[in-house]
């Protein structure tokens, strides 16, 4: 989950890196006061997750407090990417010298987080590794071994910077290295981090992205960086659907059946897990169907389960029909989401023959399972029919 | 031949009391595995199927010798140590069911395995298969599901899904194509072992005639493999399956493993098999496709 400019600087102040005046501003007046405090022209910057804020106008500059009350009035409605300013950040405006780049992500290929170091910063770093790789160095740390400044030396000088400049920004580097390690981030991100012409040196701009499997574990820092827990960051926030469908998941705790996620067209989907969805949806939308949902169900769910998501995408408006389909299945029974879908129908007042365009699960207590659909002329398949034409069974059915 | 495991294996399960590890323990039983105990802290001089459960691992060590390989299905949190364990006891083979462990704990396991020359699938995975010898991890389900997917024969699987692993050897079983080794590698954005790592184990063995694999939007891994083949200049034909071609139309949302963020273009579906079609990975639409590709790389290749 991405974090705002201003939470991963308040994250980066709690690790002591040099950063100027600021204030998150929620109204003009507000703005006028954090200029009047600051005492000096400021920066205005839209605080939104997509990059691309200072191309869409959201990034401004002012030299006097009225003027920044201004700016915070033209810079609020801008939409960056399509998405709303979820506040405003005033700060001083710093005379720069010249601005540097500093990452650390995970390199999925060695296994290793890399730290990558350009003495171009400011700019987009991807254009700097195509045109100019000589300025951007790429440094492999371990997960292990301690860490220490030695790496951020290796990285920042192996792009040429040296004397006072490499010995100021090496603690500047090295703690963004430990926060990325401490925090379990995916991305920790200065951009630039500038040297004034005093030559002190500033973190003007920076991300941090925490990986969602680590939130858990990191609460007490969310808590107090006033990231609530029903802020999901995702590319856009839940539907009441979406979570109706993580609320039902949660009461239960066998099996998964509640990431969904919502579309809008009239095939309502019940299609297994992980890889098996991907390539269900992808079938479905191949035969010219329109899904309503991407939904995983998977992991054996209980009969209360499958029933209670059922009932959900049938209670979807424009949900006409649904399709029960997975790959063939190692450990969720067959019988038990055969119960559940049938118990979901029933108990959405429609009949399982007519709404169950098709069921394709194949594996553990199918026969069971097949008894069953039988029992209410639901129309089912076996492993020897494709998944791509039992998709193709349930798009024609509608 | 196979690669990893044979009937001769023998392996240990870590959190082997566990719901999933008692039914993991009676499905590879059944299969044949030489499962020679178990792990399960304070449970020591209990049973799982007639499987002696220690405390640590390094009694299981001094009572039978150290094993050739551990399944570890612990909760998330007690992932890390167990695998350490497992590291720091000679054990050269781990396969890691677990899943939602954060990277960073994944990039540790996988350094210290490195370090003790040892080799780690998952985690988030079903672990490996190789029909008629034995199976080490939940693939297939109970032994009878199994035996009806999978069936011994030329072709090597490796899997980011562990349910479609099954699809595709069952697929591959009904056309009349076994298989030799299949792997579910896990879906995560770091895997103890990659599809490129692989290959050179496949191609060292003699049975393997040819590779099917299952791909999804997400990570490098396709990059790496595209470029192991063409340096290696493999003898074996690949088929690739890639699946979640939508989500190139929907940048930012979350499908299916951790591992499918759509991050950036080189991570597009489209993106990955233009790579290794230029690599000579004949990529399949359909999975039913499959056979009949593997069977036409197959006899070219001869």
């Known amino acids: 989950m991405r974090f705002y400019e201003y939470e991963s600087k308040a994250l980066f102040r709690r690790h002591g890196m040099p950063l100027g005046e600021g204030h998150v501003v929620n109204s003009n007046a507000e703005a006028r006061a954090a200029a009047e405090a600051i005492g000096g022209p400021v920066v205005i910057k839209s605080q939104v997750l997509s990059g691309g804020r200072m191309k869409a106008g959201a990034v401004q500059f002012a030299d006097t407090p009225d003027e920044a009350a201004e700016k915070y009035d033209f810079v609020l409605p801008i939409e960056v990417g399509g998405e709303k300013a979820r506040s405003v950040l005033i700060e001083a405006k710093s005379p720069v010298a010249h601005e540097y780049f500093v990452s650390v992500t995970w390199d999925g290929r060695r296994k290793l987080p890399v730290l990558l170091f350009s003495d171009m910063g400011g700019i987009d770093i991807e254009e700097v590794a195509e045109t100019h790789p000589e300025h951007l160095s790429r440094t492999h740390f371990s997960t292990i071994l301690p860490i220490s400044e030695r790496i951020a030396k290796e990285a920042i000088s192996s792009v040429g910077v040296s004397g006072g400049d490499l010995n100021r920004l090496v603690p500047i580097v090295y703690k963004l290295m430990q926060v990325f390690l401490q925090y379990d981030l995916t991305l920790a991100e200065i951009n630039p981090v500038a040297k004034l012409e005093d030559g002190s040196f500033i973190v003007l701009d920076g991300h941090v992205d925490l990986e969602a499997e680590a939130r858990g574990e990191h609460k007490k820092l969310l808590v107090e960086l006033g990231i609530g827990e029903d802020e999901t960051r995702l590319a856009r926030p839940p539907t009441e659907f979406e979570l109706e469908g993580a609320r039902l998941n949660a009461v239960d705790h066998r099996g998964v059946a509640g990431n969904v996620v919502e579309f809008d067209g009239n095939l309502g989907l019940i299609i297994g897990a992980g890889g098996g969805s991907l390539t269900l949806f992808d079938a479905v939308r191949k035969h010219g169907g329109k899904p309503a949902n991407y939904c995983e169900i998977g992991g054996n769910p209980s009969v209360g389960k499958a029933c209670n998501l059922t009932k959900l995408i049938l209670g979807k408006p424009g949900v006409e029909k649904i399709a029960v389909m997975m790959n063939v299945v190692s450990n969720t029974r067959v019988d038990i989401v055969a119960r559940g879908v049938i118990k979901g129908c029933l108990e959405a007042g429609k009949d399982p023959s007519k709404v169950i365009t098709i069921f394709r699960i194949p594996g553990a207590w199918e026969d069971e399972g097949f008894k069953i659909l039988e029992k209410y002329g639901v129309e089912y398949c076996d492993r020897s029919v494709s998944m791509y034409e039992a998709a193709g069974r349930a798009v024609a059915k509608l | ?302």
């Open chain 2, 1 to 302: 031949m196979s690669i990893f495991i044979t009937k001769d294996t023998t392996f240990i399960i870590q959190g082997i009391t566990g719901r999933e590890a008692v039914n993991l323990t009676r499905e590879n039983l059944d299969y044949g595995a030489k499962i020679v105990g178990g792990v399960t802290p304070g449970r020591r001089g209990r049973d799982v199927y007639g499987v002696p459960v220690y405390d640590s691992v390094k009694q299981i060590a001094e009572a039978h010798g150290t094993p050739d390989g551990s399944i570890v299905s612990v909760p998330p949190r007690f992932t890390r140590d167990a695998v350490f364990e497992a590291l720091e006891n000679g054990i050269k083979l781990i396969v890691v069911v677990t899943e939602n462990i954060p990277r960073g704990q994944v990039a540790q396991m996988v350094e210290l395995a490195e370090l003790r020359g040892a080799r780690i699938i998952g985690p988030n995975c079903l672990g490996i298969i190789s029909p008629d010898e034995a199976k080490m991890g939940g693939m297939g389900g109970p032994a009878a599901n199994t035996r009806q997917a999978y069936t011994k024969g030329p072709i090597g699987v490796m899997s980011r899904s562990g349910g479609m692993t099954t699809e595709i050897a069952s697929t591959l079983t009904a056309a009349g194509l076994g298989q030799s080794t299949c792997v579910s590698i896990g879906g995560d954005a770091i895997v103890g072992t990659t599809y490129a790592e692989l290959m050179p184990y496949f191609e060292a063995d003699s049975e393997t005639k040819a590779i099917a694999i299952y791909s999804e939007p997400g990570g490098r891994m396709e990059a790496e493999l595209a470029e192991w083949v063409k340096v290696n200049d493999s003898r074996l034909p690949i088929v690739a399956f890639m699946a979640g071609r939508f989500m190139d139309e929907m940048k930012g949302m979350r499908f299916g493993h951790a591992g499918t963020i759509v991050e950036g273009k080189e991570d597009t579906t489209s993106e990955k098999i233009e790579r290794m079609e230029a690599a000579g990975i004949s990529v399949a639409e359909r999975i039913e496709e499959i056979p009949d590709l593997l069977r036409k790389r197959m006899a070219e290749a001869n």
